[in-house]
């Protein structure tokens, strides 16, 4: 007789390899059949609600791998809420407006210039609408589940006309105006930016030390001396206007082998060095404030700078005169503003300075550097050249540096809501990490006033209609009027219509006397485009706000985060959000960050194609997505290996359920042994740590759990030793159900666990291990046994545990010695105290020998050797080896040479044929 036909070996259709590429596709589309996102909220109407807002992606070209990162991520989050029990609505949006989309419509050869805004403006609509569907398509494929029929898109009807209604309501309580003062300027863009579009990078830059000498001392000084100040940016020195001091620092007039200087007293040392003076005398010290009125030559025209006197003058740097210009720079305007100093415009749109500038008229801003220094070398003004490396703006999106410009543009007042904003900062949000508190707060706390005007055409459009006398009409019937039109036929009409057309019928103004009006051309900051959708993408009847969850890269503390929570203090009194989770970016091994740009990412559809979503998902789930997460084949590959480990486990255990029905063979808890009652203890701590974690947003805790859980605990154990049972023992035998009903509730708790993560795998298994569930995710995690094992059980197992650890030591070294081959070779004997002993044979009974992994196992009263605390040997088991379970036995059957188990099972078996 072929004994192997006996046994009961593992049957399953739950293939060893996963072949994820090629059935990824197919579970896919069967959840898009289903129409599993609608089947989700239908199976939760009613249920508390969870809701994360989605910050929108842009739409341009294929996802990349921080995409991966960031949609798994939340995906994973809804997933396991709903699993949690909640109602998980999920509108996934999309940011469409934006320089980066008009300059790929230029770089399919269309000339802007020669066509309308409004056409233009349509080619950009329909390319923004492509990459969509190219991005949704790229979603799907990383397996994620969201509300992909019915996106949020800021450039539709309905999301412009709430974003003209939030902008109405700030500019009716006085947060929008209008005001010339120095912005962030991007030539590259053409275009004013907000700090959120601000990126800092090290360059090299030319640094000068440059004479202004005395015309009008007040006094205190003579034409004999000259103040020195200090720049990083030559070109700005045509736009000087002033030199600031600050009153309450001392300054020294010093005499020197090159003339005699006003500087700050404590810089006297430091500047002798690094100006080459071969000494440097103190002729007299005076306070700040002496020098106010004091005026100086501009060296390189006919005018006068005057010395003014400015608290943002400091004594860290430079040389405590301070070259203002009120064109290029916060501070230098406001200084000059005091003293009715006003910019004179330089430079123009694309950063080339303009003819007020006499010789450097038509350079561009960075050409002009050389040209300044030369031209104050030459009039004998400059005193040093050399070069810095130091941080520089840049435009976020050109990578190209960018320079303050005071030109005219609106801005939304900060000062109105700070106290609100901190306060909610402090109070109604919880953020993780913490220190995003911080770093938020401190962001609001010194943030000026935010530009929203851009010098661009795809865009919202500033809903700003002028009188004749220029005057911005910012009224309420004028705005509801243009939010009915944008809401009727989408902002282009702003482009399609004349201003007259824009306003109500019948709209008079006492500004325009004639009846004619103009309208603003400038856009809205696309921050504010996506910083409203908490109002714009969300019905508040079904998504009240705050939302439960803002989910996005860290970056976002200065964008989305930022521009949300101030829209929403002003026009709601309170933060969008209750919660604000950041996660880091994707670095290379050498922790360089990969960035798409630079052409180094790896592809998540490579990925996909090569290995398939659910290790892309792992890899995520795996790593501490708060900090920066490094990726490289390498990693991939520890990441399929884990993956391999968990897919075998599974695998395993289903395997061994071919002929289990829960419904009949089913043994409860109470009734199992306390040896498997111990592994269902054991499942479910791992089943409530993991809960609680997936609600702390911690993927990398229940990874971690899981994977050990499945290795350890399961693998290396319980499957270990219960094998012998499970294949050995009578199909309906007491011991082989017990264990199969632990393996039955473990795989639902580990299947359950890991189905938000490995969401293809889990559900390929459930169709065959549940195939009465319609999927796995419309079910719930598994409910949490609270009838676990008691605390004196416990610590009998672990003393267990420790006598097992000596017992596979000494079988270790029984095998290095070749006393013994496989463990089933040996014959354990033990000398254990009464107590151990009661321990062994109260609770493994007549499992001891099976749970050792050893044919045999004897207690005796003769010292043996110690091992690890325990009194342990191993000898070579007397006997035969069963033909059918491989133990060594003594009972053999005379005939068969069967064991008496299996002489007793196989019997059974033919009886029942």
Request: charge should be negative; glycine fraction near 6%.
């Amino acid at each position: 007789m072929n004994y192997k036909d006996t046994l009961l070996l593992p049957k399953t259709d739950f293939e060893m390899r996963g072949n994820l590429n090629k059935k990824e596709p197919g579970l896919q589309q069967a959840w898009d059949e289903m129409k599993l996102y609608n089947r989700m909220l239908e199976q939760r109407e009613g249920a508390p609600l969870f809701t994360l807002h989605d910050g929108p992606p842009f739409a341009n070209g294929n996802i990349h791998i921080g995409h991966a990162l960031n949609k798994s991520l939340k995906d994973f989050i809804i997933r396991s809420h709903f699993m949690a029990g909640y109602k998980t609505p999920f509108r996934p949006g999309w940011d469409t407006h934006g320089l980066p989309i008009e300059v790929a419509i230029q770089k399919t050869g269309v000339n802007r210039k020669e066509m309308s805004i409004a056409d233009f403006r349509k080619l950009c609509e329909a390319f923004a609408l492509g990459q969509i569907k190219i991005q949704i398509a790229d979603f799907k494929q990383l397996g994620t589940v969201a509300d992909y029929d019915n996106p949020y898109i800021t450039l539709n009807k309905d999301f412009e006309a709430k974003q003209i209604k939030v902008f109405a309501k700030m500019a009716l309580k006085g947060m929008i105006y209008k005001g010339l003062r120095p912005v962030y300027w991007s030539p590259s863009s053409e275009s004013a930016l907000a700090e959120a579009e601000i990126e800092y990078r090290d360059r090299k830059d030319p640094q000068i030390y440059v004479s202004f000498k005395v015309v009008d001392g007040k006094g205190l000084l003579t034409s004999d001396d000259a103040l020195i100040i200090w720049t990083t940016t030559p070109w700005t020195i045509p736009a000087n206007l002033a030199i600031s001091v600050n009153e309450t620092f001392d300054y020294a007039l010093i005499k020197t082998d090159k003339g005699q200087f006003v500087v700050l007293e404590k810089m006297v040392e430091q500047l002798q060095k690094e100006l080459n003076f071969e000494y440097a005398e103190v002729l007299k010290t005076f306070k700040g404030k002496e020098l106010e009125g004091v005026t100086t030559q501009h060296p390189l025209y006919d005018r006068l700078s005057p010395v003014l006197l400015g608290d943002h003058v400091t004594d860290d740097a430079g040389t405590g005169c301070v070259h203002t210009a009120p064109d290029h720079g916060v501070e230098d305007f406001e200084v000059g503003k005091k003293y009715g100093i006003h910019p004179i415009d330089p430079i123009d749109n694309q950063g080339v300075l303009r003819e007020n500038t006499g010789p450097f008229a038509g350079l561009y801003f960075e050409d002009a550097n050389k040209a300044v220094t030369k031209a104050l070398d030459e009039c004998g003004a400059l005193l040093k050249l050399s070069f810095i490396t130091h941080s520089y703006a840049h435009d976020w999106r050109t990578k190209k540096p960018v320079m303050y410009r005071a030109t005219t543009q609106w801005f939304a007042s900060i000062d109105m809501v700070r106290d609100d904003v901190l306060r909610m900062i402090d109070e109604e949000v919880e953020w993780n990490p913490t220190w995003g508190r911080k770093r938020m707060y401190n962001m609001i706390k010194d943030r000026g006033d935010w530009t929203i005007s851009r010098q661009r055409a795809w865009g919202v459009p500033l809903p700003i209609l002028y009188a004749e006398d220029d005057t911005p009409i910012m009224e309420e019937k004028v705005f509801d009027h243009i939010v009915e039109l944008f809401n009727e036929h989408g902002s282009n009409v702003w482009f399609e219509r004349d201003a007259i057309d824009l306003l109500p019928e019948g709209y008079t103004h006492p500004g325009s006397p004639n009846g004619t009006f103009r309208k603003e051309k400038d856009i809205m900051d696309v921050w504010f485009d996506s910083g409203s959708s908490h109002t714009s993408a969300l019905n508040h009847d079904e998504v009240p706000l705050p939302v439960d969850l803002y989910f996005e890269g860290s970056d976002q503390y200065r964008g989305w985060f930022n521009s949300s929570l101030i829209i929403s203090a002003a026009v709601y009194g309170h933060a969008p959000y209750k919660n604000v989770v950041s996660h880091g970016f994707v670095m290379k091994d050498d922790g360089q960050k990969m960035s798409k740009s630079s052409g180094d990412a790896l592809k998540p559809a490579k990925i996909i194609g090569d290995l398939g979503a659910d290790i892309l998902r792992l890899w995520v789930a795996s790593v501490d997505y708060q900090n920066d997460a490094p990726i490289s084949q390498n990693v991939l590959k520890q990441v399929s290996e884990l993956y391999r480990k968990i897919r075998n486990t599974f695998r395993f255990m289903h395997g061994n359920l071919t002929d289990f029905n829960p419904d009949t063979d089913m043994v409860a808890f109470e009734d199992l042994s306390v040896l498997n009652r111990y592994v269902l203890s054991e499942v479910h701590k791992v089943n409530e740590l993991s809960q609680e974690a997936y609600m702390n947003y911690d993927f990398q805790k229940v990874t971690t759990l899981v994977g050990n859980a499945l290795t350890n605990l399961m693998s290396a154990y319980y499957l270990d030793y219960t094998k012998d049972i499970l294949y050995i023992e009578g199909q309906n035998s007491r011991q082989r159900r017990e264990i199969q009903s632990v393996l039955y509730e473990s795989l639902m708790v580990y299947s359950r666990l890991m189905a938000p993560i490995l969401v293809h795998t889990t559900e390929e298994l459930n169709k065959i291990f549940r195939p009465q569930d319609e999927s796995i995710h419309l079910t719930e995690f598994v409910k949490v046994r609270e009838d676990v094992l008691s605390v004196q059980e416990l610590e009998d197992f672990k003393r267990l545990f420790e006598l097992r650890e000596a017992v596979f030591k000494a079988l270790e070294e029984k095998r290095a010695d070749k006393v013994i081959g496989k463990s089933l070779e040996g014959l354990v004997k033990l000398h254990l105290s009464e107590k151990d002993q009661a321990l062994v044979e109260q609770i493994l009974g007549n499992n001891a020998a099976q749970w050792f992994i050893v044919s045999r196992l004897e207690f005796v009263d003769e010292t043996l050797p110690e091992v690890f605390g325990f009194e342990v040997d191993v000898v070579k088991a007397e006997g035969s080896v069963c033909p059918r379970c491989w133990n060594i036995v003594t009972d053999a059957h005379e005939e068969t040479g069967l064991c008496g188990r299996c002489h007793h099972v196989v019997g059974e078996l033919h009886e029942n044929h």
